[in-house]
């Protein structure tokens, strides 16, 4: 079956995302991009024109698997070539399954700078469907926003020496594209512990910052104003209340309203492409039952919150209290999302959740506080609660490691190369080629150098001390520190574990938590250890490694002072990114690439077949294109 083919233009606008106006790349004259809905098994076509003057453009398909379409996984330099400004390119590949999903630009800091929307792929026989019947469905995707443009965030991640400008903390969370700088909508004098919220280091002063809103000359966008003006009266459907309102439901930055029924369950989807931020999700006064991780059901669990981190999804079932008898008046409650794992300085985002009948006013009372941001602990636990679904065959448990497998460890940290500071993966931080990689291997000439061929480390020194800074180690246990376009190459059907290891950062005991994400696969999520893995030792300790029911997922976190152990199969022929979903790491290089199953005359030639030549018209196999197929 095919779903309805999608023409988008991509394209700058001027937005005010958080009522400040900026540019931005948007989607179709909008921002967020337009929602994708399709049901499991669709094809989904998407035309892509770049009306960008100045850059090309990709779009990634950010948990869809691309089975047999590896050329539509839209990463830059390693599925297929930027699609030039002018030039048109039409993805289209099948939603392999149903699942809370997202889509995103995958060149530069492009996701950064606002290019993404949601996907959904429905089930029929979604078994969720028959148990806890849901009513409806809610949506939420989550995002960061800065005031400095992309460009500038990279060009001073890219300097060197003592001039590296790290991005800092966003002005404002968003929800559904929608946020408000400088304030909330809500009371929430206890969200950070010291902390206030116009402490920010948005570098145009603290007053600015608390000076916001509605016709206070902050509202550039003509057309804003007149909405606020408009609506300001009566008719507003939500009102603000405190020192920095009104904001309208309708503007750009106006507050999200979710509409519900008393009485009844809904399935609310949350999923987070931030470019930085770990958040944390509540809703007032509601239980929250989370049953998907990533598209694949989870045995459900009840929370007061749940943690989200960049590159994740969620599915969350939540209950709406009945009326009350003889009560008149339903109520409404706030939505919170606020920033874990780094001193938050960002304020926290607020939604509403409001209950057929009740009136335009805020929820009553303070929105729920963020879980203290630095207690790894409770993130650890959420993320070890979640287990495969059992009996609906939709996760099956991970193979047997007998025969054909492998184990990659990967070492991350961070280093000073040639006076920049990298991220680096067993000590080589990845620069991606001018050629995409999948078009070297569909349209290389045999002895032709696409990229460097020596196989990426897939290990690291066993006296390597993962409590030390880089600096600090002995020479001998450090590999020579590069910057390097070279893969892992993956045998079709090979099965492969992983350690993730985090290390020290350049300072004595500073590391952070890092979402990894996985393209054209889920993995198993084996377990999370604490410091140094003994690969030999902890994948074999069964209260470690979980082979039972681990999530299948698509993205997982690596916390500090640990590791984390995934697998997969190597069943999906095509060149896969593995990185940092953290937008400025992944510009500092923390990611690996993945050849898969490039091997074989067959295989090569069905991709030569396959892969589109627009994808390849670029770096050295550009003239290979034209040879290979002239223009009719
Ligand atoms: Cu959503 Cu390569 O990422
Ligand atoms: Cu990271």
Redesign the pocket.
């Known amino acids: 079956p095919a779903a309805p083919q999608h023409v988008w233009n991509v394209e700058y606008i001027l937005w005010a995302p958080d009522c400040k106006q900026h540019g931005m790349i948007g989607i179709n004259g909008t921002f967020p991009g337009p929602t994708i809905t399709a049901n499991a098994g669709d094809f989904i076509t998407v035309v892509v024109n770049n009306k960008l003057h100045t850059e090309g453009v990709v779009i ?1 398909w ?1 948990g869809i698997k691309q089975i047999d379409t590896p050329w539509a996984d839209g ?1 830059a330099w390693i599925s297929q070539c930027p699609i030039n400004p002018g030039d048109t390119f039409t993805y289209k590949f099948k939603a392999d399954k149903a699942g809370t999903f997202f889509y ?1 630009g ?1 060149f530069g800091m492009q996701r950064a700078a606002g290019l993404y929307g949601s996907l959904i792929v429905l089930d029929g026989d979604d078994p969720l469907k028959k148990e806890p019947m849901y009513a409806g469905e809610l949506s939420m995707l989550l995002s960061d926003w800065y005031h400095e443009p992309v460009y500038a965030q990279a060009v001073g991640l890219e300097r060197k020496d003592d001039h590296f400008q790290w991005i800092g903390e966003p002005q404002t969370l968003l929800l559904n594209g929608k946020g408000q700088f400088g304030c909330t909508l809500g009371d929430v004098g206890n969200f950070h512990k010291g902390i206030t919220k116009c402490d920010r280091n948005d570098g145009e002063g603290v007053e600015a910052a608390c000076d916001q809103g509605c016709g206070d000359g902050e509202m550039e966008l003509e057309a804003e104003k007149k909405v606020c003006e408009d609506e300001k009266a009566a008719n507003c459907s939500v009102i603000r209340r405190g020192e920095c309102g009104p904001f309208c439901r309708e503007t750009q930055c106006g507050p999200v309203v979710f509409d519900v029924k008393p009485g009844k369950t809904y399935r609310l989807r949350i999923a987070s492409t931030t470019s930085l931020s770990a958040l944390n999700v509540q809703v007032q006064g509601h239980k929250l039952t989370v049953v998907e991780a990533d598209g694949n059901l989870v045995e459900p669990f009840d929370v007061d919150s749940i943690d989200i981190y960049s ?1 994740e999804s969620y599915s969350v079932l939540l209950s709406t209290t009945a009326a009350k008898q003889g009560s008149s008046s339903p109520a409404s409650y706030w939505i919170s999302v606020g920033v874990i794992g780094r001193t938050p300085r960002t304020p926290p985002a607020l939604a509403v959740l409001r209950y057929t009948g009740s009136g335009p006013e805020l929820p009553a009372g303070e929105p729920p506080a963020t879980p203290t941001w630095d207690n790894v602990t409770r993130s650890k636990e959420f993320a070890k609660r979640l287990k495969a679904r059992e009996g609906h065959g939709y996760q099956p448990p991970p193979p047997e490691t007998k025969g054909a497998h492998r184990t990659i460890v990967m070492l991350n940290t961070q280093e000073l190369f040639d006076g920049r500071i990298k991220w680096a993966i067993n000590n080589v931080s990845l620069s991606l080629p001018d050629t995409p990689y999948l078009g070297a291997y569909a349209y290389g000439i045999p002895g032709q150098v696409y990229f460097n061929t020596t196989p990426a480390p897939g290990a690291f020194d066993s006296k390597y001390d993962v409590e030390k800074p880089p600096q600090e180690q002995d020479p001998a246990a450090v590999l020579p520190a590069t910057v390097s376009d070279q893969v892992h190459s993956l045998k079709h059907g090979e099965v492969v574990d992983f350690v993730l290891q985090n290390a020290d950062m350049r300072k004595d005991n500073v590391i952070e938590s890092h979402p990894w ?1 996985l ?1 054209g696969h889920d993995f198993w999520v084996l377990g999370y250890g604490e410091g140094r893995c003994d690969p030999v030792r902890d994948l074999k300790n069964e209260t470690l490694i979980n082979t039972v029911n681990p999530p299948l997922r698509n993205t997982a976190v690596l916390f500090p002072h640990g590791w984390t152990a995934l697998r997969f199969v190597a069943d999906n022929p095509g060149v896969w ?1 593995f ?1 940092c ?1 953290i937008e400025p790491h992944l510009h500092m290089g923390m990611g690996v690439v993945f050849a898969e199953g490039m091997e074989g005359k067959e295989r090569l030639q069905e991709l030569r077949d396959n892969v589109p030549r627009e994808a390849i018209m670029c770096g050295k196999t550009a003239l290979a294109a034209m040879a290979a197929r002239p223009l009719a």
Do not use: F, M, R
Request: charged share 0%; aromatic share 0%; proline share 0%.
């Open positions: 990634h950010h990463t995103h995958h590159g994400h393209h990114a990185h979903h």
